[in-house]
Nanobody, 120 residues
Framework: QVQLVESGGGLVQAGGSLRLSCAVS????????MGWYRQAPGKQRELVAA???????NYAESGKGRFTISRDNAKNTVYLQMNSLKPEDTAVYYC??????????????WGQGTQVTVSS
């Protein structure tokens, strides 16, 4: 059973930083595409950053230059370093593990989410 547990959210002033962590059990993160998503009230969940099993990273435009996704394979943990935070970054942040099966079928696993609130 795959489990993802996020931590590191909280309240921070605009311009501050937070580092989110996602500890994964039941699956090896280097075999998955790992991603961070966020969902603000009244909005759809959106991709923030992802790192493919081969190491390629991609970021949403909103986070480029400010957010960095990384993974520690030894700890089976994925991180999202967020700098220069803005009030519009306020959302619940979710960790995602995506495994690709045969015929391109995608299997998604989600954490419970961690709240990030940025005050102005």
């Amino acid at each position: 059973q795959v489990q993802l547990v996020e931590s590191g959210g909280g309240l921070v002033q605009a311009g501050g930083s937070l580092r989110l962590s996602c500890a994964v059990s039941g699956s090896i993160i280097s075999n998955n595409r790992m991603g961070w998503y966020r969902q603000a009230p009244g909005k759809q969940r959106e991709l923030v950053a992802a790192v493919a099993s081969g190491g390629t990273r991609n970021y949403a435009e909103s986070g480029k230059g400010r957010f960095t996704i990384s993974r520690d394979n030894a700890k089976n943990t994925v991180y999202l370093q967020m700098n220069s935070l803005k009030p519009e970054d306020t959302a619940v942040y979710y960790c995602n593990a995506r495994r690709y099966g045969i015929y391109g079928v995608e299997y998604d696993y989600w954490g419970q989410g961690t709240q990030v609130t940025v005050s102005s």
